[in-house]
């Protein structure tokens, strides 16, 4: 069983075009995550959720935001795709409090926008 | 923000032990260290994770001195799969990962 997983894999779009990714995690993890991971293979934090809140990084534009229907799903949504955008996204889900155990990764969308 | 700096990448044979160092000046009293490895087209994996002294699992060390200002991740006798991207994490596993950051990494190519 997949403990963390994301699709589509690869996502090719163009300009423009609004775009989802999903994320599923059936750790039963209280809080999940949104990385960007660029070409220079730094993984920032964009999104961090739990069933009470939600913390954005301010760096990350409005374009983005994460939707979560429930507990073991965080969706992200992007608006109007911009060049820049394209990199690989990850999800992530961790239960904080069981520090031992860290996070646990997707295997990440690679985003394309042409 | 607690930053991390590690060497930008690092050769080995196989059968050999890796000591991989991370320095780490302004931890912070709850801050823990953690280590993860990453290959490529997958996402970071759970290594190891200490506060000080020593942690071993069956995979790696994490060796921490008394002022928690550096550690060392020790990988022994590895293989040709051990060759990936090594990052050194430090953070506050309360603070709902906003504050630990992720930095470049140490990228390890093991050779036969």
């Known amino acids: 069983d997949t403990a963390v997983s994301q699709t589509p894999k690869y996502l090719v779009t163009q300009m423009g075009n609004d775009k989802s990714i999903k994320c599923e995690q059936n750790l039963g993890h209280d809080t999940m995550y949104w990385y960007k991971q660029d070409s220079k293979k730094f993984l920032k934090i964009m999104f961090s959720y739990n069933n009470k809140e939600l913390i954005i990084n301010e760096t990350v534009p409005n374009r983005f935001s994460p939707k979560s229907p429930d507990k073991a799903h965080l969706n992200l949504h992007i608006n109007s795709l911009e060049l820049g955008d394209s990199a690989v996204y990850f999800c992530?889900?961790?239960?904080?409090?069981?520090?031992?155990?860290?996070?646990?990764f997707g295997s990440g969308t690679r985003l394309t926008v042409v | 923000l607690a930053k991390t700096t590690q060497p930008i990448s690092m050769d080995s044979y196989e059968g050999q032990e890796v000591n991989i160092t991370c320095s780490h000046n302004n931890i912070a009293t709850n801050d823990y260290i953690t280590w993860y490895q990453q290959f490529p087209s997958q996402g970071p994996r759970f290594i190891i994770q200490?506060?000080?002294t020593k942690v071993t699992n069956e995979v790696a060390s994490l060796f921490i001195p008394a002022d928690r200002k550096s550690s060392t991740l020790s990988l022994p006798r590895v293989s040709l799969s051990d060759t990936a991207v090594y990052y050194c994490l430090v953070g506050d596993p309360l603070d709902g990962g906003f504050k630990t950051i992720f930095g470049a990494g140490t990228r390890l190519f093991v050779k036969a």
């Open positions: 992530a889900s961790s239960r904080p409090g069981q520090s031992r155990y860290g996070y646990t």
């Open positions: 200490g506060y000080k």
